[in-house]
Protein backbone atom coordinates (compact mmCIF):
# COMPACT_ATOMS: atom_id res chain seq x y z
CA UNK A 1 0.00 0.00 0.00
CA UNK A 2 1.36 3.39 -0.99
CA UNK A 3 0.84 5.90 1.40
CA UNK A 4 0.92 9.88 -0.48
CA UNK A 5 1.60 12.85 1.28
CA UNK A 6 1.88 16.08 -0.15
CA UNK A 7 3.76 18.80 1.86
CA UNK A 8 2.94 22.05 0.81
CA UNK A 9 5.50 24.22 3.14
CA UNK A 10 7.24 25.11 0.06
CA UNK A 11 4.37 25.24 -2.14
CA UNK A 12 3.97 27.79 -5.08
CA UNK A 13 0.26 28.87 -5.28
CA UNK A 14 -1.58 29.67 -7.93
CA UNK A 15 -3.02 33.37 -7.81
CA UNK A 16 -6.24 33.63 -9.52
CA UNK A 17 -7.64 37.21 -8.87
CA UNK A 18 -11.40 37.72 -9.05
CA UNK A 19 -12.19 33.92 -10.38
CA UNK A 20 -15.18 33.84 -8.22
CA UNK A 21 -18.06 32.51 -10.68
CA UNK A 22 -21.00 33.99 -8.33
CA UNK A 23 -22.85 36.42 -9.08
CA UNK A 24 -21.91 40.03 -7.33
CA UNK A 25 -25.30 40.86 -5.97
CA UNK A 26 -23.72 44.58 -4.03
CA UNK A 27 -21.12 46.25 -3.25
CA UNK A 28 -18.26 46.01 -5.28
CA UNK A 29 -16.17 42.68 -4.34
CA UNK A 30 -13.07 41.45 -5.69
CA UNK A 31 -11.35 38.35 -4.35
CA UNK A 32 -7.60 36.35 -4.59
CA UNK A 33 -7.67 32.86 -4.61
CA UNK A 34 -4.02 31.52 -3.56
CA UNK A 35 -4.70 27.46 -4.28
CA UNK A 36 -1.73 25.70 -3.16
CA UNK A 37 -2.67 22.38 -4.42
CA UNK A 38 -5.58 20.84 -6.82
CA UNK A 39 -5.90 17.30 -7.16
CA UNK A 40 -4.59 15.93 -10.49
CA UNK A 41 -8.66 15.44 -11.76
CA UNK A 42 -8.85 19.00 -10.55
CA UNK A 43 -11.76 17.98 -8.47
CA UNK A 44 -10.33 18.79 -5.29
CA UNK A 45 -8.42 21.97 -4.47
CA UNK A 46 -7.01 23.84 -1.44
CA UNK A 47 -5.66 27.07 -0.59
CA UNK A 48 -6.59 30.62 0.81
CA UNK A 49 -9.23 32.61 -0.18
CA UNK A 50 -9.57 36.73 0.00
CA UNK A 51 -12.35 38.39 -0.64
CA UNK A 52 -13.38 42.31 -0.02
CA UNK A 53 -16.65 43.49 1.14
CA UNK A 54 -19.92 42.85 -0.97
CA UNK A 55 -22.51 39.92 -1.11
CA UNK A 56 -22.86 37.18 -3.84
CA UNK A 57 -25.33 34.37 -4.39
CA UNK A 58 -24.21 31.25 -4.20
CA UNK A 59 -24.97 27.99 -4.87
CA UNK A 60 -22.81 25.06 -4.36
CA UNK A 61 -22.22 22.18 -6.03
CA UNK A 62 -19.53 20.57 -4.36
CA UNK A 63 -18.67 20.03 -0.47
CA UNK A 64 -16.21 22.78 0.83
CA UNK A 65 -14.51 23.13 4.55
CA UNK A 66 -13.32 26.49 5.62
CA UNK A 67 -11.16 27.99 8.29
CA UNK A 68 -11.39 31.39 8.62
CA UNK A 69 -8.07 33.47 9.76
CA UNK A 70 -9.71 37.33 9.07
CA UNK A 71 -12.72 38.70 8.65
CA UNK A 72 -16.72 38.80 9.40
CA UNK A 73 -19.18 37.64 7.00
CA UNK A 74 -23.02 36.57 6.48
CA UNK A 75 -24.43 33.26 4.72
CA UNK A 76 -28.02 33.38 4.56
CA UNK A 77 -29.60 30.28 3.07
CA UNK A 78 -32.77 30.59 0.75
CA UNK A 79 -35.72 31.01 3.27
CA UNK A 80 -33.43 30.44 6.04
CA UNK A 81 -32.45 32.29 9.21
CA UNK A 82 -28.10 34.40 8.55
CA UNK A 83 -25.28 32.36 9.82
CA UNK A 84 -23.07 34.60 11.17
CA UNK A 85 -19.18 34.20 10.54
CA UNK A 86 -15.62 35.80 12.11
CA UNK A 87 -12.14 35.10 12.53
CA UNK A 88 -11.51 31.65 14.37
CA UNK A 89 -14.71 29.58 12.93
CA UNK A 90 -14.09 26.69 11.21
CA UNK A 91 -17.22 25.16 9.22
CA UNK A 92 -18.24 23.42 6.44
CA UNK A 93 -20.62 24.18 3.72
CA UNK A 94 -22.75 21.05 2.09
CA UNK A 95 -23.68 20.95 -1.66
CA UNK A 96 -27.28 22.28 -2.22
CA UNK A 97 -26.61 24.97 0.00
CA UNK A 98 -28.02 27.99 -1.96
CA UNK A 99 -28.31 31.69 -0.74
CA UNK A 100 -26.24 34.54 -0.09
CA UNK A 101 -22.75 34.95 0.87
CA UNK A 102 -21.85 38.80 2.02
CA UNK A 103 -18.77 39.64 3.09
CA UNK A 104 -18.85 42.51 5.76
CA UNK A 105 -15.28 43.32 6.81
CA UNK A 106 -12.25 41.52 4.63
CA UNK A 107 -12.22 38.18 4.88
CA UNK A 108 -9.03 35.47 4.48
CA UNK A 109 -9.66 31.90 4.88
CA UNK A 110 -8.23 28.56 4.72
CA UNK A 111 -10.57 26.56 2.37
CA UNK A 112 -10.65 23.02 1.00
CA UNK A 113 -13.32 22.19 -2.14
CA UNK A 114 -13.99 18.32 -2.41
Same mark, same amino acid.
Given at each position: ?38 ? @?? %?? =? ?6 ? #??? &??? /? ?34 ? @?? %?? =? ?6 ? #??? &??? /???
Amino acid at each position: MSIKVKALRDAQPEVLLDATPWEKLSGDPHTVNLNAYTS @ED %GS =KIMGTWIC #TPG &KWA /VDYNKWEYCDFREGYCILTPDGGEPIHLKAGDIFVV @EP %GF =KGTWEVVE #TVR &KYF /VFA
